[in-house]
């Protein structure tokens, strides 16, 4: 999502029911900056779906499309060393997943 702007909180205090409107149109997010801190307010889409159901988002389309847009991603990897880094990382334990 492309932050556009970035807004000091008290302005965003007096205005959030325009803006939020402005950004749900825009389909943008803004910075929100207070005491040196920076938010991030942006629309995000709720699935008001069944979370069982995996699939019912899916898109063939835009998933053969994300494919074809991965090709070569990994052009420059050595495979030998990912594979092993790999292999090391799965003898290591973390939540929800005991080492191999």
């Given at each position: 999502m492309k932050i556009s702007r970035r807004l000091n909180v008290?302005?965003?205090?007096?205005?959030?029911p325009l803006l939020l409107n402005?950004?749900?149109r825009k389909n943008e997010g803004v910075f929100v900056e207070k005491d040196g801190r920076l938010y991030r307010l942006e629309p995000v889409e709720i699935n008001t779906a069944d979370p069982e159901d995996l699939w019912v988002n899916y898109d063939p389309v835009k998933a053969k499309a994300a494919l074809h847009a991965s090709v070569g991603a990994l052009a420059h990897v050595d495979v030998e060393t990912l594979l092993s880094d790999l292999r090391e990382q799965r003898k290591q334990d973390s939540?929800?997943?005991p080492a191999d």
């Open positions: 008290d302005e965003v205090a007096r205005n959030l402005e950004l749900t939540t929800g997943r």
